[in-house]
């Protein structure tokens, strides 16, 4: 029953009260942080302009500069410059007190552009590959424990392996995952087999001493294959790409379907994929130690 209030309009009830007030403090919560997601966003925006600021011409900027050129405050400017060297991203030169970009970025550039070179560099090959075997090619990278595919050419024929760029695949059971792998710090190996084997076929090699066995196949002959391993009725092999320094930052692969593509037509495929992989590296910079070309003359 609803109690009158002096003024002949109903009073709220006892119990109703909290439930108002809670639902205006609810209200209000999502305003706050509404409020504080844009702020951050805003934040984020203003970082990003900041470091859009240099260019060639002016690699270093004064305080003064940076908030005329951006239409902030002094104070602002000074904060969201903080937070950035902080990552990094910007530094201070310690004679003039002005700003410019800092070591990660170049880092991180060079990350990208290695990357970007190994694609360019790669996609004639690819194409060499595919038109010699008939077959799918890929260029895979590894990346956050598993295969990335940044390049593809697909085989020609009705049957055929179809993956997309951008796809991922399990390092442990696929030739281009165990090319990579292969020449990987001892201890991201041991991580990977601690953190489990999944089987994706009744061929999977699950058991560690197995894989490392595997691994080590990897790098004596210098290509990787996946005979049935992530899939029935796929087959395929894989080279690494070095860079100029001798690390391996890439593969080379051809896949088929295994009625088509035996075991034995597989390791016929050796010869062009490493080659192919080789080509690669060297126009990345890498040069083979003298004793490698001397055995291969051998």
Request: hydrophobic share 40%.
């Amino acid at each position: 029953m609803e109690r009158k209030s002096g003024s002949g309009h109903p009073a709220l009830s006892a119990h109703s009260a909290p439930g108002a007030a809670h639902v205006a403090g609810a209200a209000s919560a999502a305003r706050s942080d509404k409020a504080r997601s844009k702020t951050r966003l805003s934040s984020v925006a203003n970082a990003l302009r900041l470091l859009r600021a240099f260019s060639d011409e002016e690699y270093e900027i004064g305080i003064s500069a940076l908030a005329q050129r951006l239409g902030l405050a002094k104070s602002t400017v000074h904060r969201l410059a903080t937070t950035v060297i902080q990552a990094g991203l910007l530094e201070q030169n310690p004679e003039t007190g002005k700003y410019r970009l800092g070591l990660a970025l170049f880092e991180l550039g060079s990350l990208v552009r290695r990357k970007m070179d190994v694609s360019t560099e790669a996609k004639p090959l690819l194409k060499v590959l595919r038109e010699r075997t008939g077959e799918t090619v890929h260029l895979a990278i590894l990346d956050q424990g598993s295969v990335l595919y940044i390049n593809k050419i697909e085989s020609g024929q009705a049957i055929r392996m179809s993956t997309s760029v951008g796809a991922r695949a399990p390092v442990h059971c696929t030739a281009d995952g165990k090319a990579l792998l292969a020449f990987q710090p001892e201890a991201f190996i041991d991580e990977l087999i601690r953190q489990g084997l999944p089987a994706l076929s009744p061929k999977t090699i699950t058991e560690g001493k197995a894989l490392l066995r595997d691994l080590a196949t990897v790098r004596s002959r210098g290509y990787a294959i996946d005979d049935e391993e992530s899939e029935l009725g796929l087959r395929s092999i894989a080279a690494p790409i070095r860079s100029h320094s001798g690390a391996v930052i890439a593969s080379l692969s051809i896949a088929g379907p295994a009625h088509r593509v035996s075991r034995k037509t597989l390791l016929s495929y050796a010869r062009d994929v490493v080659g192919a992989a080789e080509t690669v590296s060297q126009r990345m910079g890498f040069r083979p130690p003298r004793f490698q070309l001397m055995q291969k003359r051998a």
